[in-house]
């Protein structure tokens, strides 16, 4: 059974019309368990976004969890939830300008007085990644990252790291609604795609995708030479800006030892 949520959502850029899609696998129990993904894919005004791991890779496991499930019997009511509106409208993330589906989703699930029987909100986002590593998100409901994080372990998959990350997407609706959530996402820094633009902001000068012509590193492996150019460079204005007021100076050193020693 399947079937769309359209709603309109209140954006930067006016009303615009999104849609979930629910697919629902009967179980033993009404009681349902949510498999999520999101399907937008990010706008971009200045380039095409492909959105191959950001929106499609968690989208196709959905489908395949969806063919797997439906042939077996399932204690629980499965739902396979694809969520609208995940990405910003604008190209900065920025609340409330992102996660329209997953908030209108729980607060439609509240009205209609069904909330009550979703039992767990499993979330899928950015799984297609070549060098995956999935870490644990603060947010997410620590037993349930614990169940998820143990069957990874036994049956073999490093991928699920015990490394900790902060990440806002749609798990954050349903944990605010009380449903224990979880979101299994590579937001490593390096799978995020660098745009370099021109000074004007339009042109694009050039894209750079994970290790390619980048490497993070840590402030201590910084030269000191580097730092100090940095430094120089915006403290070169600094006492023409009124950064260094004398008297302030010397009214902060006075006051409290005038106050110490002769009140």
């Known amino acids: 059974d399947a079937r769309q949520q359209v709603f309109m959502a209140s954006t930067p850029l006016g009303e615009m019309m999104m849609s979930n899609i629910v697919a629902t696998i009967p179980g033993r129990r009404t009681d349902r368990i949510i498999l999520a993904s999101h399907y937008d894919t990010k706008r971009a005004p200045n380039f095409r976004f492909v959105g191959a791991s950001d929106g499609a890779s968690s989208t196709a496991a959905l489908l395949e969890l969806g063919r797997v499930l439906k042939a077996r019997q399932n204690e629980f009511t499965i739902e396979l939830l694809f969520l609208d509106g995940e990405e910003a409208v604008n190209w900065e993330w920025q609340d409330p300008d992102n996660t329209y589906g997953s908030r209108y989703y729980v607060d439609a699930a509240r009205k209609a007085s069904t909330i009550g029987s979703i039992r767990a909100m499993i979330l899928l986002d950015m799984i297609g990644d070549k060098n995956?590593?999935?870490k644990r998100d603060?947010?997410?409901t620590p037993w349930?990252?614990?169940?998820?994080?143990g069957a990874a372990a036994r049956l073999g998959h490093g991928e699920f790291s015990s490394q900790l990350s902060t990440?806002?997407?749609d798990h954050l609706a349903f944990?605010?609604?009380g449903i224990p959530s979880v979101d299994i996402i590579d937001l490593d820094p390096l799978a995020q795609r660098s745009v370099v633009l021109a000074a004007d902001g339009t042109d694009v000068l050039g894209v750079l995708h994970r290790e390619q012509n980048r490497k993070v590193v840590t402030f201590d492996q910084i030269t000191a030479v580097f730092v100090a150019t940095v430094?120089?460079?915006e403290d070169r204005g600094f006492y023409e800006q009124g950064g260094i007021d004398v008297r302030s100076m010397i009214r902060a050193l006075y006051d409290p030892v005038y106050r110490h020693w002769f009140r």
């Open 138 to 140: 603060s947010y997410s």
């Open 175 to 177: 944990l605010r609604a």
């Open 231 to 233: 430094l120089a460079v």
């Open 132 to 134: 995956l590593l999935i």
């Open 144 to 149: 349930l990252v614990d169940a998820i994080w």
């Open 167 to 169: 990440v806002e997407d």
